[in-house]
Every structure is written in C-alpha cells, then in structure tokens.
C-alpha cells in the first residue's frame, strides 16, 4: 500500500498536481487546500504528499494530501454512504478540518450544507456517522490541545497540524487578519465586533485568511 510519495513538483493544474520521482511522473488529484500549499513550492524543487489509492474494476487514481490531518478526514469522508473519494476532496476544499470537525461536534446542519456540493441528507448522515470521530490528528509526542476558543485559534491550530512552524503562526495570522479587517473596513464591511479571541470573522473571511497565511507561511 502506498502511503507517500516524495519528488519533485513537475506540474499542476487544479485539482491536478505531477510529481516525479525515479524516472515516473505520478498524477494525483487533490483539494484546494492542498493545491494551495503544492502552489508554494516552486517547480522543480522536492515535495512530499501523503496519498490515497483508490482501486476500481476499471480505474486505478491516486489523491494527494499536504497533512496527515487532511487524509484522515478524506478516509472517514469515504466511509459515509454516498461520498466518494471526489465529493471528498470537494468537501475538503471548501472548508477546513478544523471546521468541518467544529461543525459536526455542534451539528450544524446549516453550516454544512454551505460547503459546495453537500446537501442535507448527506450532511445528516455525516453527523451522524462522523460527530465524535473526525477529529485532528494529534503528532507523536504532542498531547492534545484544549478546544479552540475562537476562529483565529481554530486557523492557528489547523496550520500547525500541517506543520508549520507554531511560533511563527499566530504572528502571521494576526497582522493578516488586521489587514482584511482595514480592507473590509474600508469598504463598509468589517467583521462584527468581537474579543481578543472571538474575532467576529465570516466564513468567507476565515477561508481567506487560512489561504494567505499558508501561502506567506510557505514563502
């Protein structure tokens, strides 16, 4: 069984990414999330994706993961009746595992069905399926940290998970999250008051911010 594949980035066009390594050029499809952090690496150099291989009578397919967090969501993903390894990945390109496992633990139906291509049976048969099982994986030697206590701890939190370095983090979070709140501002949109903690932040805005941090985290 395949569990990773490490080359060098030699292509991607979404939800593609072409890895090779010995000689083979591997195809491998994967989420948005993903896409975005493969973006960071420039072409030519050496990455390393965890991967899924998906066997059918007439179709062999690989998918890709940048976090081990990621594939274990994609695993649990595709053992609910009537997600297949590609809503999987579009589940996971619409929100994070952070979310989405926040929205199960509160079923949050209405949150759920906001992620593209999830309607309301599925939603129902992933809470009930996946409420209590979907968690973040925790690294070997890590205990378990308590439950986030706002949408910047919870970004925070999904960054280091896929392995970038925590003090540098919330640091990069923060002054991001400054700058679209003056932009947003500006316009006549600026999040809704909030603590030092709960910072008011949308959907929209918390996805936004996750892409730019990885994208300046991994420059």
Request: hydrophobic share 35%.
């Amino acid at each position: 069984m395949f569990h990773s594949l490490t080359g060098r980035i030699s292509g991607h066009q979404f939800p593609l990414v072409f890895l090779e390594t010995g000689g083979i050029e591997w195809e491998l499809e994967v989420s948005a999330t993903t896409f975005q952090s493969v973006l960071a690496v420039e072409r030519g150099e050496e990455a390393r994706l965890l991967v899924y291989l998906h066997t059918r009578e007439d179709l062999l397919k690989l998918y890709g993961f940048w976090s081990g967090s990621e594939r274990q969501a994609f695993l649990q993903l595709i053992t609910v009746p009537g997600i297949g390894p590609r809503q999987a990945l579009k589940i996971l390109s619409g929100t994070t595992v952070t979310q989405l496992t926040r929205f199960l633990e509160e079923e949050d139906l209405s949150a759920l069905t906001r992620i593209p291509g999830l309607g309301t049976k599925t939603a129902q048969k992933m809470i009930l399926q996946l409420k209590g099982h979907l968690v973040r994986e925790t690294p070997p030697g890590r205990t378990a940290a308590a439950a986030p206590v706002g949408p910047l701890e919870e970004l925070a939190t999904a960054l280091v998970d896929m392995g970038y370095d925590k003090g540098s983090v919330r640091p990069v979070l923060e002054r991001l999250y400054d700058e679209l709140r003056e932009r947003a501002s500006d316009a006549g949109q600026g999040p809704a008051p909030g603590d030092e903690n709960n910072r008011g932040l949308t959907e929209h805005q918390e996805q936004e911010l996750f892409r730019r941090a990885i994208r300046e985290l991994s420059s």
